[in-house]
């Protein structure tokens, strides 16, 4: 009885294992293979991003949506990299910017490493995403001696001028109590005259 018990079990967990087998797509192996990376103005021209920075943050992407066989969307596994930027030569005006790269190994990733500073090409990939690997000349900022000198003096950011929510805050405080004042004011201009 208690073997009749143990076999349906396995049989249902074994079955359950099989089903699964079909919504999961197989991983493609792939190994890391770059063509020697172009000249410093030729990388600078074809990419949409250039510029140095310091990685305030480094997070792995780990899209499992895109292990079902039915789903047949792009996906990107890596790191989502946040840099505060320092100094821009294309393609970037704010302080922070998130650039993604590919996993490490075989993915052709950059192993960015939090607190170091870089000199970074990118370009969008196809889920519109600005992206570098180590097939561009990116590079921690102290190896871009070369880079650095003949891309030039490089424009610094300059702080946007968004309000944030204090700001915000602060005019409809402002603004309440203008229209309090007004409207505390013509009830007592409409009181006094009342009374004459």
Known sequence: MMLQK????????????ILFTFFIHPFPASACSCARPPDTLTAKD???AVFTGKVLQVNERTDWIGMLSFWDKPVREGFDVMFEVQST???VDQQQ???????????CGIPFQLGQEYLVYASYGELNELETNICTRTVLKVDAGEDLQ???????????????????LAIVIVIVIIISGGVLFYLFWFQTKRRR
Not at 8 to 16: D, H, K, N
Not at 97 to 107: E, K
Not at 153 to 162: E, F, H, Y
């Open 46 to 48: 074809l990419s949409a």
């Open 150 to 168: 003949v891309l030039g003096s490089g424009i610094v950011p300059v702080p946007s001028a968004n309000l944030n929510w204090n700001d915000y």
């Open 89 to 91: 030569w294309k393609g």
């Open 97 to 107: 910017l998130l650039i993604v790269t590919d996993g490490l190994g075989g993915a």
């Open 6 to 17: 143990n076999r349906g079990t396995i049989a249902v967990l074994f079955s359950i294992a």
